[in-house]
């Protein structure tokens, strides 16, 4: 029978289907397929999905058109080869997507582990620099010993207490300081290199806001 509308059953059920399908066109959750002469779906690009890239090659399953069957003696035999080469370039993707993904988490495992035994060996010397009785050192203290921790050839010539007296100083000793051990500076180091520069880094950055927060309060 005939809805309210006056169209039928079918054919308001076929409008949906067209208006469903054009807006996962207009997703790109749907594309035009010319090799198979008919629309399919994009892996990752799903109606409401978050948008995903590179990655989204591993975990999906990419069915191989060789195991299907024997080929569709209706089809033209260039579709069938356009299919396989297809197949395999997607394969071929997903492999090194996944070998990518295994390399990264390796090294991952590998860097969080040398974190740890460089924390075990370095974190006494960087305490007693920043440290003094469980009290944090000021910022002058601080900027007056760093060159103790410093790497070789490391570009600083150190400073003392009394090159520190004038607040100036301490600014301008500051930026100095964090050129030579701010994170982007340091890329090129050795991990061990990094990771020390980092830990003085935030130390230095932490004193130099409570040194600027008191002189606020002075003034």
């Not at 779906?41 to 799903?46: I, L, N, R, S, T």
């Not at 060789?66 to 395999?88: E, I, M, N, W, Y």
């Not at 003094?132 to 601080?142: A, D, Q, T, V």
Request: aromatic fraction near 6%.
């Amino acid at each position: 029978g005939a809805v309210a509308s006056g169209l039928s059953r079918a054919q308001l059920a076929k409008a949906r289907a067209e208006a469903l399908r054009a807006r996962q066109v207009e997703a790109g959750a749907l594309e035009w397929d010319e090799v198979e002469q008919r629309y399919r779906e994009v892996a990752g690009k799903e109606l409401g999905a978050p948008n995903t890239t590179g990655a989204g090659f591993v975990g999906i399953r990419i069915e191989d058109p060789t195991k299907a069957g024997p080929p569709d003696p209706s089809k033209d035999p260039a579709v069938h080869a356009a299919q396989a080469a297809r197949f395999l370039k997607m394969k071929a993707a997903q492999d090194k997507a996944v070998q990518e993904l295994e390399d990264r988490k390796a090294k991952e495992r590998i860097e969080a582990d040398e974190e740890l035994a460089l924390a075990s060996r370095l974190d006494p010397a960087l305490k007693a620099w920043s440290e003094e009785y469980g009290k944090k050192r000021n910022i002058r203290s601080l900027l007056a010993g760093v060159h103790a921790l410093l790497w070789k050839g490391a570009n600083w010539k150190p400073v003392s207490i009394g090159d520190l007296i004038e607040d100036k100083s301490v600014e301008r000793c500051y930026k100095r300081i964090s050129r030579v051990v701010h994170p982007d500076h340091t890329k090129k180091l050795v991990h061990e290199e990094r990771f020390k520069a980092k830990r003085i880094f935030d130390a230095l950055a932490q004193a130099m806001g409570d040194f600027r927060e008191g002189q606020q309060v002075k003034a």
